[in-house]
């Protein structure tokens, strides 16, 4: 274990330990993101013995490459990811460049045929612990019933992206995500419905827009608003209709997914309630069969994602080893702790974190891409109230 800079970092090739200095590394990332099913990573240091390059057989143990970091110097605090190397490049300026993805069991190979009876929470657990390997899962409550599920020579990979895009939760549960986060070294399964996710404590995770940090929350150095809602309101509108073909009736049905049904973050959705686009139309999902009767979960997955994502923001902070995509975090304003009113800020509040990024080099700091449907605010408005928000 080294001290570098104000971070602890171990980084072990094939079991190797490989000294590391904060001068050698040109460049060390690792992304998390909600979307993609595991994390990956960018490694580039300078390599003047040729020791990496030039050395070290390009073998299986060599593709083996272990990163364990934290801002503490705490060993039981280190995050370790287990990374499965995927490219590497020794390079003409005397310095080796790797990239990769979590090393996870059978998820993009081999491809499987199989009919899936039975429990899908249950399913989902038994393939994370007996066929991913990986050492824990968080299966949300609305997938605990039954249904036969076909994997037509797919990796499992393809398929978990399939069940993602297209299954429905009781109660109407929708807009589910697939991931695997590593937290506290262990790699853990996540599939959750947004309404499951934003259901979850925000736990230590508290931001402050500012150069100091404020009680239990942390400073933010930099930040950057993305305003979407005028690209993604076409594809939204205040409601979804969609078509499907019955295959017992043998007649096109049609249905409506409301705007106002949808889970938020923020007290109003970022969209006018006198949007002109009232209606947003998808063509024909397909004809109903076992697996899907009414095309309900694909319709909301693609309208909810659209919905929930009117608003983005880019923070910069300390590094936390153990942020993962799906964690709920709240941000606040400097000036409005002063002002006594967080909510004289439009941005401050709830956010759900879409995608981390670690950075480390002569310092350790991680980077937040969060995203919620709208604002919070206390002035007269004439966007959408989110009947659905949760408060803080």
Not at 165 to 188: D, H, M, P, Q, W
Not at 322 to 350: C, E, K, M, T, Y
Not at 355 to 383: C, E, K, N, Y
């Amino acid at each position: 274990m080294e001290l570098l800079g104000n971070y602890t970092l171990d980084v072990k090739v094939g079991g190797n330990v490989i000294p590391v200095s904060p001068q050698m590394i040109q460049e060390l990332t690792i992304t998390l993101d909600i979307d993609r099913l595991v994390p990956t990573f960018n490694f580039r240091v300078s390599d003047a013995t040729g020791l990496l390059g030039e050395v070290i057989p390009f073998d299986k143990e060599s593709n083996q490459l272990s990163l364990r970091f934290s801002r503490s110097s705490i060993s039981d605090s280190l995050n370790e990811f287990q990374f499965l190397v995927k490219r590497r490049r020794p390079l003409g300026d005397k310095s080796f460049a790797v990239e990769g993805v979590l090393d996870v069991d059978n998820l993009f190979s081999p491809k499987r045929s199989r009919a899936i009876t039975g429990n899908i929470k249950s399913n989902l657990e038994n393939m994370a612990a007996d066929e991913f390997g990986i050492e824990g899962s968080e299966i949300g409550g609305s997938l605990n019933y039954d249904k036969t599920i076909l994997q037509p020579y797919w990796t499992n990979g393809f398929l978990l992206r399939y069940l993602r895009e297209r299954l429905k939760g009781i109660g109407n549960a929708g807009c589910f995500y697939c991931f695997i986060k590593n937290v506290e070294s262990l790699r853990t399964l996540v599939f959750k419905s947004i309404d499951e996710l934003y259901l979850a404590d925000t736990g230590p995770n508290k931001f402050i827009i500012g150069a100091q940090p404020y009680e239990d929350f942390m400073p933010v150095s930099e930040y950057r608003i993305f305003d979407n809602s005028a690209l993604l309101t076409s594809l939204s509108g205040l409601s979804k209709s969609y078509s499907y073909f019955d295959y017992d009736t043998g007649a096109y049905k049609q249905a409506i997914i409301e705007l106002s049904d949808c889970p938020s973050l923020s007290e109003y959705h970022l969209i006018d309630t006198d949007n002109s686009v009232a209606v947003d139309s998808i063509f024909s999902l397909g004809c109903s069969n076992a697996f899907t009767s009414d095309f309900s979960g694909e319709a909301r997955n693609g309208y909810y994602k659209n919905a929930t994502g009117f608003i983005h923001m880019w923070i910069s902070s300390w590094g936390m080893e153990g942020i993962s995509p799906g964690d709920i975090v709240q941000v606040h304003f400097a000036d409005a702790f002063r002002q006594g009113n967080l909510s004289i800020f439009q941005h401050s509040g709830l956010w759900m974190v879409k995608r981390v990024v670690h950075v480390l080099a002569t310092s350790f700091m991680t980077t937040l891409l969060l995203t919620r449907s709208g604002i919070d605010t206390d002035m007269s408005t004439t966007l959408l109230p989110a009947l659905q928000a949760r408060k803080v």
